[in-house]
Nanobody, 120 residues
């Protein structure tokens, strides 16, 4: 089992920055992918950014260079720095962890979600 604890989020104005952090604990694998997804009201959950334990990074196209994901392997923590926030970034942001078990099957866990609201 893996537990994910998110922090950050809140209410901000357009154009400002905000950081999210997610700490993983429990049975952490050596090779894993962590990242952030988001879900806005009435919309499906979508990928924001992911990073592997080997620091391979993937961003959604809408990030447009505004967001930066990073990982602290020693602390099993993934951070998402969000700059130039837009109204459309308003959503619940979920931390995600995925690895493979001994049978090479994907195993994944989700955080409880943290609200990010961008409003003027």
């Amino acid at each position: 089992q893996v537990q994910l604890v998110e922090s950050g989020g809140g209410l901000v104005q357009p154009g400002v920055s905000l950081g999210l952090s997610c700490a993983a604990s429990g049975s952490i694998s050596r090779d894993y992918t962590m990242g952030w997804y988001r879900q806005a009201p009435g919309r499906q959950r979508e990928l924001v950014a992911t990073i592997t334990s080997r620091r391979t990074i993937n961003y959604a196209d809408f990030v447009k260079g505004r967001f930066t994901i990073s990982i602290d392997n020693a602390k099993n923590t993934v951070n998402l720095q969000m700059d130039s926030l837009e109204l459309e970034d308003t959503a619940v942001y979920y931390c995600h962890y995925r690895t493979k078990d001994a049978f090479l099957r994907y195993v994944e866990y989700w955080g409880q979600g943290t609200q990010v609201t961008v409003s003027s």
